[in-house]
């Protein structure tokens, strides 16, 4: 790559995945209204393709699925973006690969999408702006606060002359955490097997034997893509509702906190009227919380709206699609509803709507085994078996359709819960759980793996210990039951930490004083996506968008008609990136 002129604008963006490629397709939009300078230099910094990035990359297993229906997989904006940029619509996945919309693609399929997604927007740009993609790795960002700034490439000869930097970095390799660390010791002392959280497309699995024992910390999606390359991946094949194995698969033991598989997907369409959202909980009630002098606590301030705002969407659902499940009129329970606090929202829900089966109970939602035990190993394998099976039924029957408008409110809440910045781990979590769960088909799998004794559950609550050269896992859900193993996986992405986070230049910037939320992400402002530093000053050339930001938004990819905070951030950080380019521009030609 050849040097460039130091009078001609330089934007250096690390990482060219889809938040890279939604970035650069914003700054093509916006590049015709902000910014007049004769060239631009955008170099794009990633070991891995530009578009698919690391995650959906050629490079892997094809029986690896999105999570996602086609159909609910767009790169490009819409009419329900709040943002100050244009709309410059175009197909979603499904449309562009002609797939069924009810596809869950191959990530590969997702991978040639988002390729197209980037020459798209290389190809938009202005005459004048030169992309340039450098296949290395960042290792750290210098410069003074004010001056050009400087990228150092692994094995690079010099730095990239950078007059802003945007870090787009998708999920990142982390160190262990204490218990980790400790089990990972123990497994190098004694032979053992412990695999860390990691992508599961790049874990060494072959050193899980066929037939041995596996103990399983993580029952979300990570989970899942172990489950199909130990089975599937490894020459097994399901016909109708039996797994026909290789006998080269091993026996997983799977347990986690809450000791059940994420919700399936909602396997039917949304009709009829929508629930009017945000109602409790949007931008005014944003606005108050952050204006409080004293801040906010997220239990005490921001959950109370968070749940009425679910409640709203689930009920208005169930009283506008299946009245003759409710007891009194719509008009009534609204009225009541919007004026009452929780306790007599609790006496309001209970008079109106008589059966509990159709009443929203967030805390039976998030912990569907609290309080469950179970006399034998074998009686819960059962009982959980059921449990996904009761999952599966109810996620594809319209009947209760409520719970696809919970789904929507979920999304609504995301959009407003980005605005206050640093929520916590917690809700992250809890909407994973239940709005960004597998495909049906997994969980069909799943019992299919179990009846054929090849994946065996834990329970909620899962504890790993070392001793006798062994791993060995128990859950109350099951008292005096445990089952030991040589090998423990721990299926779960690595926290986004920018403490804990093994790249260089997230360490690096941490050490020269950005700001990071007490659960370790990097601060951000979140107007436009600026670095902010431990006094609160946002860093006038260094911005972030990602996983490992307080900005974090749901899922991989966004929903059409949605509203899509992250598009929304992606414009922001493109409007203020060419406004600031620009006047540089402006000023060299001057």
């Known amino acids: 790559m050849s040097a460039v002129a130091t009078a001609r604008p330089s934007l250096v963006i690390v990482g060219a995945g889809p938040r890279a490629t939604g970035l650069l397709e914003r700054i093509a939009a916006n590049a015709p209204e902000l910014y007049t300078g004769s060239g631009l230099d955008i170099h794009l910094v990633d070991p891995y393709p530009p578009g698919a990035g690391r995650i959906w990359r050629a490079a892997q297993s094809p029986l690896l699925w999105m999570n996602s229906h086609a159909e609910d997989v767009t790169m490009f904006t819409d009419e329900t973006v709040d943002m100050a940029g244009p709309v410059r619509e175009g197909p979603t996945l499904h449309e562009w690969a002609g797939l069924d919309g009810r596809t869950f693609a191959d990530r590969r399929i997702q991978g040639d999408y988002l390729r197209w997604v980037y020459e798209r927007a290389v190809a938009d740009l202005p005459p004048g702006v030169t992309v340039h993609h450098h296949s290395r790795r960042a290792l750290r960002v210098s410069g003074p606060r004010d001056g050009r700034q400087q990228v ?52 060494d699995l072959a050193a899980l034997k066929p037939g041995a024992p596996v103990l399983v910390r993580g029952f979300g999606l990570a989970f899942v893509d172990l489950m199909v390359l130990l089975t599937e991946g490894r020459g097994g094949r399901y016909e109708g509702d039996a797994y026909l194995p290789s006998g080269k698969e091993p026996v997983l033991h799977v347990g986690s906190r809450r000791g059940v598989p994420y919700h399936s997907k909602i396997g039917y369409d949304w009709t009829g009227e929508r629930p009017p959202l945000p109602r409790f909980f949007g931008p005014a009630e944003v606005g108050e919380l952050l204006a409080r002098p004293d801040g906010f606590d997220f239990r005490r301030d921001v959950w109370p709206l968070v749940e009425k705002e679910l409640g709203f969407a689930h009920y208005h659902r169930l009283f506008t699609a299946h009245p003759e499940r409710t007891a009194i009129a719509w008009t009534v329970f609204e009225e009541k509803y919007a004026s009452g606090d929780a306790g007599d929202l609790k006496a309001l829900v209970a008079s109106a709507v008589p059966d509990p089966a159709d009443r929203l109970d967030l805390g039976a939602l998030d912990h569907p085994l609290r309080g469950a035990r179970y006399t034998s190993h074998e009686e819960f394998q059962n009982g959980l078996r059921e449990y996904v099976e009761g999952d599966l039924s109810r996620r594809h029957d319209a009947r209760h359709s409520p719970d696809l408008a919970v789904f929507l409110g979920l999304l609504s809440v995301y959009g407003q819960l980005i ?102 992400l990097l601060r951000v402002d979140p107007s436009d996506g600026r670095i902010l530093d431990r006094s609160g000053r946002p860093h006038p050339r260094r911005f972030a968008l990602g996983p490992y930001t307080d900005g974090r938004t749901p899922g991989a990819f966004t929903r059409p008609r949605t509203g899509g905070p992250a598009f929304r951030q992606n414009d922001a950080t493109a409007r203020a990136a060419l406004a600031f380019l620009g006047g540089l521009a402006f000023r060299a030609a001057a």
């Open 419 to 520: 605005r206050l910045g640093s929520i916590g781990p917690w809700w992250h979590g809890f909407f994973s759980y239940l709005a960004s769960g597998p495909p049906g088909p997994r969980l069909r799998q799943m019992l299919a793996l179990s009846r054929a004794g090849l994946l065996k559950f834990v329970g909620a609550d899962m504890t790993v210990t070392a001793e006798h050269g062994e791993f060995r896992a128990s859950s109350p859900t099951v008292p005096g039951f445990s089952v030991g193993a040589r090998a423990l996986v721990e299926a779960r992405l690595p926290e986004p930490t920018v403490g804990r986070a093994r790249d260089t230049l997230l360490r690096a910037l941490h050490a020269d004083g950005a700001a990071e939320t007490p659960d370790g």
């Open 152 to 203: 150092w490439l692994e094995d690079g000869p010099r730095p990239l002359d950078a007059d802003l930097v945007v870090l787009a970095l998708g999920h990142l390799d982390a160190e262990l955490d204490a218990d980790q660390a400790e089990l990972a010791a123990y497994a190098r002392a004694h032979g053992l097997v412990h695999l860390p959280p990691d992508y599961t497309a790049d874990s």
